[in-house]
């Protein structure tokens, strides 16, 4: 099993407030949304903004996204 938001991760990451949010990490990501058995996917590049500080975080840690709409801080609820 993976334990970091690293290339090929799908994570479930969750805001304070109880948001949560999914997306897998693959080359060429386009912001695109999926539909899965967790719910809705976003497929992102690790060069998307929203990505760059979960990058190498780990199940429990906190990161802080900045400069997105979904600012604030999440934590990384589950890296498969």
Sequence with gaps: PRDKVVMGACVVALKEAGESFRFVLLPGGDDSEVASE???????????????PFLGA????????????????????EVR
């Design 38 to 52: 967790w719910g809705a996917i976003w497929v992102l590049s690790p060069q998307a903004p929203l990505v760059r």
């Design 58 to 77: 780990e199940e429990g840690d906190e990161v802080e996204v900045l400069r997105t709409s979904r600012q604030g801080l999440w934590e990384v609820a």
